[in-house]
């Protein structure tokens, strides 16, 4: 509970502080809710021209933070502000943490106002941010709140891809066949991920209508290689085989159907095919949750039996590994958390976790059959009794079927806001797979994914 000092409790020299770690996302919701958008205050804006972000903490957010103390420890709940002055010594960054102090100087008795000497501090070297001066009507009566009675807020930020695109960043582009880019979507994703040397694309399909695309853009691919291949099946075709000729190192979906892109890759002389089956993986970026999530598989196997599912959980476990989880927590879902030989996925779902024990399943942490609130929720699993490294914080989570898979991909992407990057395991390369829907992000995310994954598998990184 919060609770106030009175103005008849409140003497001279009596003093309250906050301290207050200052973040990114408090920098984006104060612009989001002051209107003010100066790129000095963004965390990912150059607002001086020097090349470096500045992620400058605004005066007025730094100021916020005097009334934080007034408004939560002294005088406290009731409290009004009368006037405010402020001087700016030094400024403040995301990633400082700061403290702000306020002194009682005096009291006024004929209209209840106390006045404050106000200043807010760098926790680190004591360095002064701003000095000033308060004076606030203060409360009569004693008052209690709850200290958590506001509603929380989500930043749709996605610190998770900007994070991955991080750890691409140093890696030589990725040699990828793009196929059938002949309209901007398509088109626009690959050269989207040129421009960030996160791919070197080489396309394979019709030739005038890739250049018409092109027009259409504004885009000059006049220094990109094009194989001619104006049928889709053909152009995938020729696509696996320029990689089986070791002219490309990766493979990306263009304005084709998924089917047609893969009936190449899985032919068995000539295709792409590896060790295990494929399957899609969806890396999400979900707003609120302390880690990218992955979702497996929602595009390829439907209904899958208990040896491709194997190869679905090792395939995702890869994955992570790539993207840098070092063991990764993987929940195999179901309806419910007890095996139930009449739930098939609650039965899949003890049998992986035992192989993964038994070594048939590697890299990562198995634990099913879960629920998806006691996969992902620790208090959930806490209220079941369940008692695991994987429960209420899964990392990947195994669907039963691609209908589940695809409507928990989507229940993310447009009820929590999540992005989606998307990438086929299983064969020899990685498979880039992404939607038309998709946004600039989540086609940049898929290339860094894919890049991070061969880095891994053929020992760059």
């Given at each position: 509970?919060?609770?106030?000092?009175?103005?008849?409790?409140?003497?001279?020299?009596d003093?309250?502080?906050?301290?207050?770690l200052?973040?990114v996302?408090?920098?984006?919701?104060?612009?989001?809710?002051?209107?003010?958008?100066?790129?000095?205050?963004l965390?990912?804006?150059?607002?001086?021209?020097?090349?470096?972000?500045?992620a400058?903490?605004?005066?007025?957010?730094?100021?916020?933070?005097?009334?934080?103390v007034?408004?939560?420890?002294?005088?406290?709940?009731?409290?009004?502000?009368?006037?405010q002055?402020?001087?700016?010594?030094?400024?403040?960054?995301?990633?400082?943490?700061?403290?702000?102090?306020?002194?009682?100087?005096?009291k006024?008795?004929?209209?209840?106002?106390?006045?404050?000497?106000?200043?807010?501090?760098?926790?680190?070297?004591?360095?002064?941010?701003?000095?000033?001066?308060?004076v606030?009507e203060?409360?009569?009566?004693?008052?209690?709140i709850?200290?958590?009675?506001?509603p929380?807020?989500?930043?749709?930020?996605?610190?998770?891809?900007?994070?991955?695109?991080?750890?691409?960043q140093?890696?030589?582009?990725?040699?990828?066949a793009?196929?059938?880019?002949?309209?901007?979507?398509?088109?626009?994703g690959?050269l989207?991920?040129?421009?960030h040397?996160l791919?070197?694309?080489?396309?394979?399909?019709?030739?005038?209508?890739?250049?018409?695309?092109?027009?259409?853009?504004g885009?000059?691919i006049?220094?990109?290689?094009?194989?001619?291949?104006?049928?889709?099946?053909a152009?995938?075709?020729?696509?696996?085989?320029?990689?089986?000729?070791d002219?490309?190192?990766?493979?990306?979906?263009?304005?084709?159907?998924?089917?047609?892109?893969?009936?190449?890759?899985?032919?068995?002389?000539?295709?792409?095919?590896?060790?295990r089956?494929?399957?899609?993986?969806?890396?999400?970026?979900?707003p609120?949750l302390?880690h990218?999530?992955?979702?497996?598989?929602?595009?390829?196997?439907?209904?899958?039996?208990?040896?491709?599912?194997?190869?679905?959980?090792?395939?995702?476990?890869?994955?992570?590994?790539?993207?840098?989880?070092?063991?990764?927590?993987?929940?195999?879902l179901?309806?419910?958390e007890?095996?139930?030989?009449?739930?098939?996925?609650?039965?899949?779902?003890?049998?992986?976790?035992?192989?993964?024990?038994?070594?048939?399943?590697?890299?990562?942490?198995?634990?099913g059959?879960?629920?998806?609130?006691?996969?992902?929720?620790?208090?959930?699993?806490?209220?079941?009794?369940?008692?695991?490294?994987?429960?209420?914080?899964?990392?990947?989570?195994?669907?039963?079927?691609?209908?589940a898979?695809?409507?928990?991909?989507?229940?993310?992407a447009?009820?929590?806001?999540?992005?989606?990057?998307?990438?086929?395991?299983?064969a020899?390369?990685?498979?880039?797979?992404?939607?038309?829907?998709?946004?600039?992000?989540?086609?940049?995310?898929?290339?860094?994914?894919?890049?991070?994954?061969?880095?891994?598998?053929?020992?760059?990184?």
């Amino acid at each position: 509970m919060l609770s106030n000092k009175t103005f008849d409790e409140i003497k001279p020299g009596d003093t309250a502080e906050i301290r207050r770690l200052v973040t990114v996302d408090d920098l984006i919701v104060f612009a989001n809710v002051s209107g003010n958008h100066n790129p000095m205050h963004l965390h990912d804006l150059d607002g001086d021209g020097d090349g470096s972000p500045e992620a400058v903490a605004p005066g007025l957010f730094v100021g916020s933070l005097i009334s934080a103390v007034l408004g939560n420890v002294m005088p406290g709940a009731g409290t009004l502000y009368r006037s405010q002055f402020f001087e700016f010594v030094h400024r403040a960054h995301a990633g400082d943490e700061v403290k702000s102090r306020v002194t009682v100087i005096s009291k006024n008795d004929h209209d209840g106002t106390v006045t404050l000497e106000t200043q807010v501090r760098r926790c680190c070297d004591d360095a002064l941010i701003l000095t000033g001066q308060a004076v606030v009507e203060a409360p009569r009566h004693r008052l209690e709140i709850e200290e958590h009675a506001l509603p929380g807020l989500i930043v749709q930020r996605h610190r998770h891809f900007e994070a991955l695109l991080e750890q691409a960043q140093p890696l030589r582009p990725l040699k990828t066949a793009v196929v059938c880019p002949d309209e901007p979507n398509s088109l626009g994703g690959a050269l989207l991920g040129r421009k960030h040397t996160l791919i070197d694309p080489v396309f394979v399909g019709d030739a005038e209508k890739i250049a018409k695309a092109a027009r259409e853009m504004g885009e000059d691919i006049s220094d990109i290689e094009i194989h001619h291949e104006p049928d889709d099946h053909a152009a995938a075709t020729r696509a696996v085989a320029l990689i089986n000729a070791d002219g490309a190192e990766a493979l990306m979906k263009g304005h084709l159907h998924t089917d047609e892109l893969l009936k190449p890759v899985i032919k068995r002389d000539t295709g792409l095919r590896g060790r295990r089956r494929l399957s899609h993986v969806f890396v999400m970026d979900v707003p609120g949750l302390s880690h990218p999530l992955l979702v497996t598989d929602a595009a390829i196997n439907i209904a899958p039996d208990l040896r491709t599912k194997t190869d679905i959980v090792q395939n995702a476990i890869d994955l992570g590994r790539s993207i840098g989880m070092q063991t990764p927590k993987v929940g195999i879902l179901s309806a419910v958390e007890t095996v139930n030989p009449d739930i098939p996925s609650s039965v899949d779902g003890a049998l992986l976790s035992k192989m993964a024990e038994r070594g048939q399943i590697r890299g990562g942490v198995v634990d099913g059959p879960l629920a998806m609130d006691n996969a992902v929720d620790m208090a959930a699993a806490r209220t079941k009794g369940i008692t695991s490294p994987v429960a209420g914080q899964a990392e990947i989570l195994v669907v039963p079927n691609l209908d589940a898979g695809n409507m928990l991909a989507k229940q993310l992407a447009y009820i929590s806001r999540a992005e989606g990057a998307g990438l086929v395991m299983g064969a020899r390369v990685p498979i880039i797979l992404n939607s038309r829907a998709d946004d600039e992000m989540a086609r940049l995310a898929s290339c860094a994914v894919a890049a991070l994954h061969h880095a891994r598998m053929s020992g760059a990184l």
